[in-house]
């Protein structure tokens, strides 16, 4: 099972960013799949879910109203689209599956949100 993220970077407040989250290895359209994130010297957050054939989605109440998870299940790929994003948004964000009740990480992607 591999998850690779890419997408993040510096933005300024009130911006957008669009993650991906390519995933391999496994049947991608058989699983959930979540993002999260970690803000420095914080825990890690569920950020949003998304169900193995995208009808079902959740947020965190940080996340509701700007944030988008979507997947597109032809190209095993995961998204988190962020608008209006906020300083308290910075944070490295990963995307998640769990398959087999073993839990799969990215590395990563950093998002800054700073002016």
């Known amino acids: 099972v591999q998850l690779v993220e890419s997408g993040g970077g510096l933005v300024q407040p009130g911006g957008s960013l669009k993650l991906s989250c390519a995933a391999s290895?496994?049947?991608?359209?058989?699983?959930?799949m979540r993002w999260y994130r970690q803000a420095p010297g914080k825990g890690r957050e569920l950020v949003a879910y998304?169900?193995?054939?995208?009808?079902?989605?959740n947020y965190a109440d940080s996340a509701k109203g700007r944030f988008t998870i979507s997947r597109d299940n032809a190209k095993n790929t995961a998204y988190l689209q962020m608008n209006n994003l906020k300083p308290e948004d910075t944070a490295v964000y990963y995307c998640?599956?769990?398959?087999?009740?073993?839990?799969?990480w990215g590395q990563g992607t950093q998002v800054t949100v700073s002016s």
């Open positions: 998640n599956t769990v398959r087999w009740s073993v839990e799969y």
């Open positions: 290895g496994f049947t991608f359209s058989s699983y959930a």
């Open positions: 998304i169900s193995s054939a995208g009808g079902r989605t």
